[in-house]
């Protein structure tokens, strides 16, 4: 099955510094990455997605890039801020009808003002 | 408009008890979800149902069994509990179209004594 990797499990950065977050899969027939974000005590939320027909997505801040050849994904935060702290998770759809996620496991990101 | 709810928030077990976990969702989504969240291995998924009346095994579907009688509910059984189960359990839902986020419940946290 598939198997996703995520890098590192804790990143600590200085406010307005980038920070990026590398996961690795698996399963070359995945085609759907989803971020998710879960601050401390609270549900994980969506933050950005790709489909494996595109190479890069950018919202505002946060970016991912996908390189479909060597089975990584990354997530590019810039210009942090202290309210982006949090636990970030990787995660990966392993079958065509896209109905299954296969997490990572976590990156806690702490920005310093 | 609630979302995705869960009851309860918190329990605490002996070991060896039974008890249900509830997850509802008003969005009219066919997919519904139950991880668990354990500190260092991210969300892996229990068990899952992609419609009414169905169901299916996730990564961990051990020790555990669900039902989906009705579309907006997607139930959580622990027949006969361990401490191993102590966790965070999340519910999700999504909708069967082209987008594919998944939306998460606040999350019980469960203590097997």
Known sequence: GENVEQHPSTLS???GDSAVIKCTYSDS????????KQELGKRP?????????VGEKKDQRIAVTLNKTAKHFS????????????????AASPNTGFQKLVFGTGTRLLVSP | NAGVTQTPKFRVLKTGQSMTLLCAQDMNHEYMYWYRQDPGMGLRLIH?????????KGEVPDGYNVSRLKKQ???LGLESAAPSQTSVYFCASR???????????????????
């Open chain 1, 13 to 15: 950065v200085q406010e």
């Open chain 1, 29 to 36: 027939a995945s085609n759907y990455f989803p971020w998710y």
């Open chain 1, 45 to 53: 939320q969506l933050i950005i997605d790709i489909r494996s027909n």
């Open chain 1, 75 to 90: 997530l590019h935060i810039t210009e942090t801020q202290p309210e982006d702290s949090a636990v970030y998770f990787c």
């Open chain 2, 48 to 56: 899952y149902s992609v419609g009414e009346g169905t169901t299916a």
């Open chain 2, 73 to 75: 509910n997607f139930l």
């Open chain 2, 95 to 113: 909708s069967a179209g082209t987008r594919h986020e998944q939306y998460f419940g606040p999350g019980t946290r469960l203590t097997v004594t």
